[in-house]
């Protein structure tokens, strides 16, 4: 399955459920309104698919040469030229293509990492139904039995930079919904669930950080929570906005 199909198949994802941690009226107009395709998503996707799928990284990308020059004459035909080869692929810069390979090369080297991803299977979808009778689906960069694996790039792959991140973006329900998709479809046993995070700058440092309990438990509680505003909103039809709220001074400032 591309991309491309499991994205238009039916099914509650982590991504658009995390719009309910906004209000759900940012959960609705993402249904029906495309994500904008930012250089950062199209990085990491060239990225991931780097790291697991590499043949399928040859055939699905097409670096752009520095050497056109599209202010020419000579450089705008180069340049039609180069995009009528490029159909069917994505077009990558040269310069995240040099980053791609240090981080390639970087990953490769860290033996835990690799080890780690030595047997699983990669980039596939799963499709459940959960507890509350809901269509749920994700697509699982790594995993075989008992460990699954999410492979993530960043600025800072500090253990307390991420964990903030992690939190920030919602990588624990990301988590959660990931092992509930695997409870229901490949085994009853909890597995294990591991970040592998690679640095976007040099020495493209790797930090594997294996989610505790506690990481876990909570993105189950939010989850379950995002899950239950979710069936309500569906069940009254209303999807409203951030409602009414107290507006309050933030405690290190109320503390003066």
């Given at each position: 399955?591309?991309?491309?199909?499991?994205?238009?198949?039916?099914?509650?994802?982590?991504?658009?459920?995390?719009?309910?941690?906004?209000?759900?009226?940012?959960?609705?107009?993402?249904?029906?309104?495309?994500?904008?395709?930012?250089?950062?998503?199209?990085?990491?996707?060239?990225?991931?698919?780097?790291?697991?799928?590499?043949?399928?990284?040859?055939?699905?990308?097409?670096?752009?040469?520095?050497?056109?020059?599209?202010?020419?004459?000579?450089?705008?035909?180069?340049?039609?030229?180069?995009?009528?080869?490029?159909?069917?692929?994505?077009?990558?810069?040269?310069?995240?293509?040099?980053?791609?390979?240090?981080?390639?090369?970087?990953?490769?080297?860290?033996?835990?990492?690799?080890?780690?991803?030595?047997?699983?299977?990669?980039?596939?979808?799963?499709?459940?139904?959960?507890?509350?009778?809901?269509?749920?689906?994700?697509?699982?960069?790594?995993?075989?039995?008992?460990?699954?694996?999410?492979?993530?790039t960043a600025a800072d792959a500090g253990t307390d930079t991420f964990t903030r991140e992690?939190?920030?973006?919602?990588?624990?329900?990301?988590?959660?919904?990931?092992?509930?998709?695997?409870?229901?479809?490949?085994?009853?046993?909890?597995?294990?669930?591991?970040?592998?995070?690679?640095?976007?700058?040099?020495?493209?440092?790797?930090?594997?950080l294996k989610a505790d309990m506690g990481f876990l438990d909570y993105g189950f509680l939010?989850?379950?929570?995002?899950?239950?505003?979710?069936?309500?909103?569906?069940?009254?039809?209303?999807?409203?906005?951030?409602?009414?709220?107290?507006?309050?001074?933030?405690?290190?400032?109320?503390?003066?």
């Amino acid at each position: 399955m591309t991309e491309q199909e499991y994205r238009s198949a039916p099914g509650i994802n982590k991504s658009t459920l995390w719009n309910i941690h906004k209000s759900p009226a940012h959960y609705q107009y993402c249904l029906t309104h495309v994500q904008e395709d930012t250089q950062s998503y199209k990085f990491g996707r060239a990225f991931h698919s780097a790291i697991l799928t590499p043949t399928a990284f040859k055939n699905d990308f097409i670096v752009l040469p520095d050497s056109i020059d599209r202010r020419t004459k000579a450089g705008k035909e180069e340049y039609a030229a180069f995009l009528e080869s490029a159909q069917g692929k994505e077009i990558i810069t040269s310069q995240d293509y040099n980053t791609i390979r240090s981080m390639v090369k970087a990953f490769r080297k860290n033996r835990d990492a690799v080890d780690l991803l030595k047997g699983t299977k990669r980039e596939k979808p799963i499709f459940w139904t959960d507890n509350n009778d809901l269509l749920c689906k994700c697509r699982v960069d790594a995993y075989k039995n008992g460990v699954m694996i999410d492979l993530k790039t960043a600025a800072d792959a500090g253990t307390d930079t991420f964990t903030r991140e992690a939190l920030r973006y919602g990588y624990h329900v990301q988590a959660a919904h990931y092992i509930d998709g695997y409870y229901h479809t490949v085994s009853r046993k909890t597995p294990e669930w591991y970040f592998i995070v690679i640095e976007k700058t040099e020495p493209f440092a790797v930090n594997i950080l294996k989610a505790d309990m506690g990481f876990l438990d909570y993105g189950f509680l939010i989850r379950d929570k995002l899950l239950s505003i979710l069936m309500n909103c569906q069940k009254t039809g209303s999807f409203p906005g951030y409602g009414i709220n107290d507006l309050c001074l933030p405690g290190y400032i109320a503390e003066e």
